[in-house]
């Protein structure tokens, strides 16, 4: 069971709600899951669950609320400035878009966005949802490559707009082979690693630097 933070320490019931929520919408699917499943896995009456909660639709808005928050929480306390002009290579842009992966990886994460990926058909919820969390990544991705080209290190050749679509492309792909249960690190579902993929991309994309950072001659 995913331990939520607690959402008011004086309901703890809530917190409690919610977690045992979210695995059943994980496994079972959040169609299948009824407010009765949810009250015999929490330990309550089904009743109980209105004084929390007036409907099964509602836990799923709230947990997606709390997922866009949270989300949106790691995206803007990443500083992508500071990092890419410490290091203004293929290494600093893997640096911030770890952060990317590391939203994608999380335990949590993983279960909310297989519940999204489950529902995307048939949920108008869940795909209002699936175009947040779009656009927010395609948001910051973006934020990268502005900082990228204010800070003139990409090659003049290279195009910004087609790395961002790149890039954007190789996230959502990521996405849907961790909801087929394959990891960042696993080649099973394209015969390549994403990470390392990356890296051979945005080397192309960037001039040439030694390896203390500086331009080479």
């Not at 009765?36 to 669950?49: H, N, P, Q």
């Not at 990092?83 to 335990?107: A, Y």
Request: charged share 25%; with cysteine; net charge neutral.
């Amino acid at each position: 069971m995913v331990n939520l933070p607690v959402v008011d320490d004086k309901i703890p019931t809530k917190r409690k709600i919610l977690s045992y929520t979210l695995d059943l919408f994980a496994t079972k699917g959040y169609t299948e899951t009824s407010v009765r499943d949810i009250a015999t896995a929490v330990g309550v009456k089904s009743a109980s669950l209105y004084n929390h909660f007036t409907s099964k639709e509602d836990i799923l808005k709230f947990m997606l609320d709390d997922f866009d928050a949270r989300t949106k929480n790691i995206y803007n306390n990443t500083d992508m400035q500071e990092i890419l002009q410490k290091n203004p290579t293929v290494f600093g842009v893997m640096s911030c878009l770890q952060v990317i992966f590391s939203v994608l990886s999380d335990e949590y994460y993983y279960k909310v966005l297989h519940v999204l990926y489950q529902e995307q058909h048939r949920n108008t919820i869940v795909r209002n949802s699936i175009a947040k969390v779009i656009l927010e990544t395609e948001d910051y991705i973006e934020k990268i490559f502005d900082v990228l080209v204010n800070l003139n290190v990409m090659r003049q050749d290279a195009k910004p707009d087609f790395w961002k679509k790149v890039t954007t492309s190789l996230f959502y792909a990521f996405q849907n082979r961790m909801m087929l249960g394959f990891g960042d690190d696993s080649s099973d579902y394209t015969g390549l690693k994403l990470k390392e993929l990356l890296y051979c991309l945005f080397e192309m994309a960037f001039k040439m630097y030694s390896v203390t950072g500086n331009k080479a001659d």
